[in-house]
């Protein structure tokens, strides 16, 4: 049985959760997660109502383009017709490098089976995320 307060079918109908999670880019060390949503809630949406943006104020945040109106730095995009301007180019290049450190912790978290089978009810995937988290933290600390 399946808690779809937390789960949700989405695309391709598999069930997941979106979770949010502020990385360290420098570190890689997560700094903090909110509680999960249905994966099939908008990225966006989910950033707004989680505690997330209160905890990173005053600290640059870069994201992906599903964070557009948030805030947030995300890439710049192309308009129909009109390419990109060199500077950002360069921008979008330094963003991707950052956002691939990020990316490959997310990855890193991903690995552990607890995550990948969304059966938790209750508070048990943000539980899970959170000792994900810690465990991951403390192998790169060493």
Not at 57 to 63: D, P, R
Not at 85 to 106: C, I, P
Request: aromatic fraction near 4%; glycine fraction near 8%; hydrophobic fraction near 40%.
């Amino acid at each position: 049985m399946r808690d779809r307060q937390v789960g949700a079918s989405s695309r391709n109908y598999r069930f997941s959760a979106n979770v949010q999670v502020i990385i360290d880019a420098d570190t890689r060390l997560v700094v903090a997660s909110a509680r999960p949503a249905p994966g099939n809630k908008a990225d966006a949406h989910v950033w707004r109502e989680s505690d997330l943006p209160a905890a990173a104020a005053g600290t640059t945040v870069i994201a992906d383009g599903a964070y557009l109106g948030t805030g947030l730095i995300v890439p710049h995009r192309r308009r129909a017709g009109r390419p990109l301007l060199r500077g950002q180019e360069e921008d979008n290049a330094e963003h991707r490098r950052v956002r691939a450190r990020v990316e490959h912790t997310f990855a890193r978290m991903k690995n552990w089976k607890i995550l990948r089978d969304c059966r938790q009810r209750g508070d048990g995937l943000h539980h899970a995320v959170q000792a994900v988290a810690t465990m991951h933290n403390l192998v790169l600390a060493g």
